[in-house]
């Protein structure tokens, strides 16, 4: 207790500055503090209201695409609620960020998740600095650079939820994976890069490598699990080229991953399944950015994926192969308009559905969309209230109806601590 | 056909002679051009119209990043929202900080204004001091030498280039900094506002004294409130004009001279800011004639 009221009263003595004096840096030994890397935290926080109780929307889904998006689910030990989950209230996360240089040779980055369920390690990697000819090199567990908004970290979209096409395929998180990745930027005069990944494979919505353990009553299979493949098992390749015209910037990318896909459904309350198979996942981005002076500017983003998966699916009592080819897009347009105002709206859709199960065709429902808009206030670069609504006419109930969606979203994202700049 | 592969050998050499150096913006470019003179090949990242604070990442910018063989900043932070992950993509270890091949300005000039706290309730402010400091004759003189330094130690055998082309400069310059001295004499002493303090190395300079600034404090966009407080202080204070840059909107300066009858003056921070502005020496012969 003593010590508690003496660094008390010598706290207080620093805050008055002349009671207590702190020996000059340079005479102290051995202080590293010099050393502290870069930090920042921002925090995430939402305000949502939605045409549906919380209750009713973890039982909706795309049917034969996605499905509990919006449940708190416990897969292989993570806990992932998607952002904003919960009607009211949410504290989506508070994110630190920590980077520094290592040596001469290297720097290294780690991005924290905290929130009320506990901590993820969003990103965590080491990246080459001094290779040279172009080339990059990054190890750890990372944000794949396929398409564009995939490396972008949640408090750099635009919008307060990830594109419908990119939760659907991918979940919130994206292509968010242990692994290495390599890019070589060409001598070209105009921006060209090419870069290739390997990553572990475990996203739970497409890819896949682990064992899955089934109960008794799993007759179809014959065994007590479905084997798992050999990590890594996702593997992922991209070219971006971007030239400008005067004060337009011009940004295109073609991306293509691939790998195998193990996604175990069968702990599902209504029909249980699990997959075994081999995902692909096509991509194609452009974003066009027009700056009309140092604050404003118009910018134009379309994101398109397509994704075959093929292999067997299996139900407690029956398996079938089962073929899918699913296609969607996402278009926005932002305009900011000085420091304080920026707005935007944006159209996702997912239209082609098609699957086929031995052979024969589903005449699945391929007709999802959905239409946001938003509008944001910045206090100054570190303080950002966003209000966003979302029309979602994409989500269907269990028994096959489709359940339209009116979400109002009051978001505020705070930042303090070192200077953040966002690559474009 | 021996001449012939001679000059093919010797033609990539002549090529390759150039080094590439990447700067941030106009001015920085203006000088390693006049240091540099045929040895060097500038690469200009901003463009000088833009605010310096702001400047949009494009992947192109990456790309002259990757191909350049030094790289020179203004640094104080003015860089610190948009060069980073332009360095961190590009990948080229010669133009990362803290190498030999990487200069720091800001490092080789003592700033001003240097803020007692460190504390974003006072604005985004620079915790180094005021980075504007190429807005000084007097300061370009010593970047100049700055310049010279960093060529001749990276490029040891033109060093007698580098410093006959910085004596060169160093002697016109001077002369035109007694001419640009006789034309603000009587300006000693005079009151202005500014949106930003863009110009407090120029004020210094000059004896000119900033009583105010439109943004309430740096990078915060204007409030009526402040404004309100803007225009009393200009009743009271009587200050002879709004020096204002050309970034930011005069929709806050043209409603306060609205109210007060002062004038608003608009001075450029960088070559290209103004279109007819393209060198140096025109931005100080257009900035000590703006106030009349």
């Given at each position: 207790m003593k010590k508690i009221v003496l660094t008390s009263m010598l706290c207080a003595g620093f805050a008055y500055g002349d009671i207590a004096q702190l020996l000059d840096e340079d005479k102290r030994t051995f202080d590293s503090s010099k050393y502290i890397p870069d930090i920042?935290l921002?925090?995430?926080?939402?305000?949502?209201?939605?045409?549906?109780?919380?209750?009713?929307?973890?039982?909706?889904?795309?049917?034969?695409?996605?499905?509990?998006?919006?449940?708190?689910?416990?897969?292989?030990?993570?806990?992932?609620?998607?952002?904003?989950?919960?009607?009211?209230?949410?504290?989506?996360?508070?994110?630190?960020?920590l980077?520094s240089?290592?040596?001469?040779?290297?720097?290294?980055?780690?991005?924290?998740?905290?929130?009320?369920?506990?901590?993820?390690?969003?990103?965590?990697?080491?990246?080459?600095?001094?290779?040279?000819?172009?080339?990059?090199?990054?190890?750890?567990?990372?944000?794949?650079?396929?398409?564009?908004?995939?490396?972008?970290?949640?408090?750099?979209?635009?919008?307060?939820?990830?594109?419908?096409?990119?939760?659907?395929?991918?979940?919130?998180?994206?292509?968010?994976?242990?692994?290495?990745?390599?890019?070589?930027?060409?001598?070209?005069?105009?921006?060209?890069?090419?870069?290739?990944?390997?990553?572990?494979?475990?996203?739970?919505?497409?890819?896949?490598?682990?064992?899955?353990?089934?109960?008794?009553?799993?007759?179809?299979?014959?065994?007590?699990?479905?084997?798992?493949?050999?990590?890594?098992?996702?593997?992922?390749?991209?070219?971006?080229?971007?030239?400008?015209?005067?004060?337009?910037?011009?940004?295109?990318?073609?991306?293509?991953?691939?790998?195998?896909?193990?996604?175990?459904?069968?702990?599902?309350?209504?029909?249980?399944?699990?997959?075994?198979?081999?995902?692909?996942?096509?991509?194609?981005?452009?974003?066009?950015?027009?700056?009309?002076?140092?604050?404003?500017?118009?910018?134009?983003?379309?994101?398109?994926?397509?994704?075959?998966?093929?292999?067997?699916?299996?139900?407690?009592?029956?398996?079938?192969?089962?073929?899918?080819?699913?296609?969607?897009?996402?278009?926005?347009?932002?305009?900011?308009?000085?420091?304080?105002?920026?707005?935007?709206?944006?159209?996702?859709?997912?239209?082609?559905?098609?699957?086929?199960?031995?052979?024969?065709?589903?005449?699945?429902?391929?007709?999802?969309?959905?239409?946001?808009?938003?509008?944001?206030?910045?206090?100054?670069?570190?303080?950002?209230?966003?209000?966003?609504?979302?029309?979602?006419?994409?989500?269907?109930?269990?028994?096959?109806?489709?359940?339209?969606?009116?979400?109002?979203?009051?978001?505020?994202?705070?930042?303090i601590g070192a200077?953040?700049?966002?690559?474009? | 056909?021996?001449?012939?592969?001679?000059?093919?050998?010797?033609?990539?050499?002549?090529?390759?002679?150039?080094?590439?150096?990447?700067?941030?913006?106009?001015?920085?470019?203006?000088?390693?051009?006049?240091?540099?003179?045929?040895?060097?090949?500038?690469?200009?990242?901003?463009?000088?119209?833009?605010?310096?604070?702001?400047?949009?990442?494009?992947?192109?910018?990456?790309?002259?990043?990757?191909?350049?063989?030094?790289?020179?900043?203004?640094?104080?932070q003015?860089?610190?929202?948009?060069?980073?992950?332009?360095?961190?993509?590009?990948?080229?270890?010669?133009?990362?900080?803290?190498?030999?091949?990487?200069?720091?300005?800001?490092?080789?000039?003592?700033l001003?204004?240097k803020p007692k706290s460190v504390d974003r309730k006072h604005?985004?402010i620079h915790p180094d001091g005021?980075?504007?400091?190429?807005?000084?004759?007097?300061?370009?003189?010593?970047?100049?030498?700055?310049?010279?330094?960093?060529?001749?130690?990276?490029?040891?055998?033109?060093?007698?280039?580098?410093?006959?082309?910085?004596?060169?400069?160093?002697?016109?310059?001077?002369?035109?900094?007694?001419?640009?001295?006789?034309?603000?004499?009587?300006?000693?002493?005079?009151?202005?506002?500014?949106?930003?303090?863009?110009?407090?190395?120029?004020?210094?300079?000059?004896?000119?004294?900033?009583?105010?600034?439109?943004?309430?404090?740096?990078?915060?966009?204007?409030?009526?409130?402040?404004?309100?407080?803007?225009?009393?202080?200009?009743?009271?204070?009587?200050?002879?004009?709004?020096?204002?840059?050309?970034?930011?909107?005069?929709?806050?300066?043209?409603?306060?001279?609205?109210?007060?009858?002062?004038?608003?003056?608009?001075?450029?921070?960088?070559?290209?800011?103004?279109?007819?502005?393209?060198?140096?020496?025109?931005?100080?012969?257009?900035?000590?004639?703006?106030?009349?």
């Open positions: 920042s921002i925090g995430d926080f939402s305000y949502v209201n939605r045409s549906i109780n919380d209750d009713e929307l973890s039982h909706l889904g795309l049917p034969g695409i996605a499905h509990g998006l919006y449940a708190e689910h416990a897969h292989g030990g993570s806990n992932e609620a998607t952002y904003n989950a919960n009607q009211g209230f949410n504290f989506n996360y508070a994110e630190l960020i980077s240089s290592v040596d001469p040779f290297f720097s290294m980055d780690a991005t924290f998740h905290f929130s009320e369920s506990g901590v993820e390690v969003e990103e965590a990697y080491f990246t080459s600095t001094a290779l040279g000819n172009g080339l990059r090199l990054r190890g750890g567990k990372l944000l794949s650079n396929f398409g564009y908004i995939n490396a972008q970290h949640h408090h750099y979209w635009d919008f307060g939820d990830m594109p419908l096409v990119y939760e659907s395929f991918l979940g919130t998180h994206g292509i968010n994976e242990l692994g290495a990745q390599i890019q070589w930027t060409a001598p070209t005069p105009f921006y060209l890069m090419a870069g290739v990944e390997v990553l572990q494979g475990e996203n739970e919505q497409m890819f896949g490598n682990g064992s899955i353990e089934l109960e008794d009553t799993w007759t179809s299979v014959g065994e007590e699990h479905i084997e798992g493949t050999d990590a890594p098992s996702l593997y992922v390749g991209y070219v971006k080229s971007s030239f400008d015209v005067g004060d337009t910037t011009i940004f295109g990318g073609l991306s293509y991953a691939q790998g195998d896909s193990l996604i175990d459904h069968s702990e599902d309350e209504d029909e249980p399944h699990v997959f075994k198979g081999d995902g692909k996942l096509y991509g194609a981005d452009l974003v066009v950015l027009h700056a009309f002076d140092s604050y404003r500017s118009l910018k134009w983003q379309t994101e398109w994926l397509s994704r075959e998966l093929d292999g067997v699916q299996y139900t407690p009592t029956a398996s079938a192969d089962i073929n899918k080819e699913q296609s969607g897009l996402y278009s926005q347009l932002i305009y900011t308009h000085d420091k304080n105002w920026r707005m935007g709206v944006r159209y996702d859709t997912i239209y082609q559905n098609d699957i086929t199960k031995d052979g024969v065709d589903m005449n699945e429902v391929d007709d999802f969309n959905k239409y946001s808009a938003m509008v944001e206030y910045h206090t100054s670069e570190f303080a950002r209230f966003r209000l966003q609504y979302n029309r979602n006419e994409a989500m269907y109930d269990e028994a096959g109806l489709r359940q339209n969606i009116d979400t109002i979203m009051l978001q505020a994202n705070i930042a200077h953040a700049a966002h690559a474009f | 056909m021996k001449k012939l592969l001679a000059l093919l050998t010797l033609l990539p050499l002549t090529l390759f002679a150039q080094l590439n150096i990447a700067v941030s913006y106009p001015y920085i470019g203006a000088l390693t051009k006049t240091i540099g003179g045929e040895n060097v090949k500038v690469t200009v990242l901003a463009k000088g119209k833009w605010d310096p604070h702001f400047i949009i990442p494009r992947p192109s910018l990456i790309s002259k990043m990757r191909n350049a063989d030094a790289m020179i900043m203004n640094g104080g003015l860089e610190i929202g948009w060069l980073p992950p332009i360095i961190n993509r590009a990948g080229n270890p010669k133009t990362m900080p803290n190498t030999k091949t990487f200069l720091n300005l800001s490092h080789h000039i003592k001003i204004n604005g985004d005021n980075p504007h400091f190429h807005i000084s004759p007097k300061n370009i003189l010593s970047l100049a030498k700055v310049i010279e330094e960093f060529l001749s130690s990276i490029d040891t055998s033109n060093r007698d280039t580098y410093q006959k082309n910085y004596h060169d400069f160093s002697k016109v310059w001077q002369q035109k900094m007694v001419v640009w001295q006789k034309k603000m004499k009587d300006k000693k002493g005079l009151k202005v506002i500014q949106f930003h303090d863009n110009l407090a190395y120029f004020n210094k300079e000059y004896g000119l004294v900033n009583i105010g600034t439109i943004e309430p404090l740096p990078g915060i966009p204007p409030s009526s409130k402040h404004t309100i407080e803007i225009i009393e202080l200009i009743k009271k204070e009587q200050p002879c004009c709004i020096l204002h840059d050309v970034y930011h909107s005069t929709k806050t300066a043209d409603f306060i001279s609205q109210k007060t009858g002062i004038k608003i003056i608009l001075m450029p921070h960088d070559i290209e800011a103004l279109e007819d502005i393209d060198n140096l020496s025109a931005l100080f012969d257009y900035l000590t004639s703006a106030i009349k």
